[in-house]
């Protein structure tokens, strides 16, 4: 499955919106009615951290400024409001099928 | 603490091998899927291999089929991943990651919800 991102990169304003979108060449859609998408960031100089699983499930400890939706094989990432703390290179993860695969990554940028 | 802790990266030769090891903390280890993630330096993530929670399954990226090995030992509360035929392309820094939790009663998906900090293998002459 090729999981298609963009934009490559994003600058954004402290306190402004964003958005990051991920498209996957087939549905994620699991049988048990869960799309299989997470998404990630990995800080500079840091490991990955889940953000959120399942296309919109906030992971623990997330704060609810991040947000993720589905729409068929369309899936976006939203922040409500950009904050300092947010900088870093956000990747989806497509988990329905082995081998899972990555996108290409958008690196994220305080104007 | 919940934690996994990477080690085993070191400078090989094309063609050499090397054994990566994960030492997990803090969880039921037993009781969750396991993977390798790698990053080559300045590039994006790449998904590499995972292992079910009692090692009756195993699966590879089209990359390291056939040259890495995924295993664990869940007595040791360890993950392991064997490298062969190594390539210059397999430098990277390599994560190890928790995957889905298994109960009897089915389960539970939560992402890739603990990494480690990674260990760097460097593949040149």
């Known amino acids: 499955i090729v999981m298609t991102q963009s934009p490559v990169s994003l600058p954004v304003t402290p306190g402004e919106p964003a958005s990051i979108s991920c498209r996957s060449s087939q549905s994620l859609l699991h049988s048990n009615g869960y799309n299989y998408l997470d998404w990630y960031l990995q800080r500079p100089g840091r490991s990955p951290q889940v953000l959120i699983y399942?296309?919109?499930n906030r992971a623990s400890g997330v704060p609810d400024r991040f947000s993720g939706s589905v729409s068929g094989t369309d899936f976006t990432l939203k922040i409500s409001r950009v904050e300092a703390e947010d900088v870093g290179v956000y990747y989806c993860l497509q988990a329905l099928q082995t081998p899972q695969t990555f996108g290409q990554g958008t690196k994220l940028e305080i104007k | 603490e919940v934690q996994l802790v990477e080690s085993g990266g070191d400078l090989v030769q094309p063609g050499g091998s090397l054994r990566l090891s994960c030492a997990a903390s803090g969880f039921t280890f037993s009781s969750y899927w396991m993977t390798w993630v790698r990053q080559a330096p300045g590039k994006g993530l790449e998904w590499v291999a995972a292992?079910?929670?009692?090692?009756?399954?195993?699966d590879y990226g089209d990359s390291v089929k056939g040259r890495f090995t995924i295993s664990r030992d869940n007595a040791k509360n360890s993950l392991y991943l064997e490298m062969n035929s190594l390539r210059v392309e397999d430098t990277a820094v390599y994560y190890c990651?928790?995957?889905?939790?298994?109960?009897?009663?089915?389960?539970?998906?939560?992402?890739?919800?603990?990494w480690g900090q990674g260990t760097t293998v460097t593949v040149s002459s």
């Open positions: 399942l296309g919109s």
């Open positions: 292992i079910r929670h009692d090692a009756s399954q195993k």
């Open positions: 990651a928790r995957g889905r939790l298994v109960v009897a009663s089915g389960g539970r998906y939560s992402g890739l919800d603990v």
